[in-house]
């Protein structure tokens, strides 16, 4: 699961660095204590505590703790929620699709001006609404063509859903 690369990408964002993700492939092949992750692993045991606490933040693990009836300590029995992971890739993938669309018919439907120094980019309206100059430099605003801009869109939104799809055919 954790070679899909949409999976990759949210838990590398979650356990902050890619070094940390062997917790993460522990935790998905079974391993339950942070304890015995961090044996595995060779990583501190507080970074495993902490990478285990921010998937259960985000509810991609969760846990069931029991007490030693010998040394009243408590044990964390750590689980990988593997439909968690898949809900949040579904609804992040919806929701930059969704960004993605409104982003292109913005593109699509409007010219734009920006300043010759890079202080701006108005649509036509709020460059009318300046009366066509900066309101840094008080130069005048020049038109840019958006085409490279519209063609970066569709490129993205076709890249994002044909993985976002591929996804969606392994986990149904």
Not at 64 to 84: I, N
Not at 97 to 126: A, S, T, W
Request: aromatic share 10%; proline share 3%.
């Amino acid at each position: 699961m954790i070679d899909d690369p949409l999976v990759k990408t949210l838990l590398t964002n979650v356990v902050e660095d890619e070094s940390n993700l062997p917790i993460v492939e522990a935790l998905i092949d079974g391993v339950e204590t942070d304890e015995e992750i961090a044996k595995k692993t060779e990583i501190k045991l507080n970074i495993v505590r902490k990478i285990l606490y921010k998937l259960y933040d985000m509810g991609l693990a969760s846990y069931k703790r029991s007490k030693d009836p010998e040394t009243q300590w408590f044990t964390y029995t750590w689980k990988f929620e593997k439909e968690e992971v898949i809900n949040h890739i579904k609804k992040d993938s919806e929701r930059y699709i969704k960004m993605l669309n409104e982003e292109l018919e913005r593109e699509e439907n409007n010219m734009f001006f920006v300043c010759p120094q890079g202080h701006v980019r108005f649509d036509f309206d709020d460059a009318s609404d300046y009366e066509f100059l900066c309101p840094v430099c008080m130069e005048e605003l020049e038109f840019k063509d958006n085409t490279a801009n519209i063609k970066q869109i569709k490129e993205d939104l076709k890249m994002v859903e044909s993985n976002f799809n591929s996804f969606n055919k392994k986990n149904k």
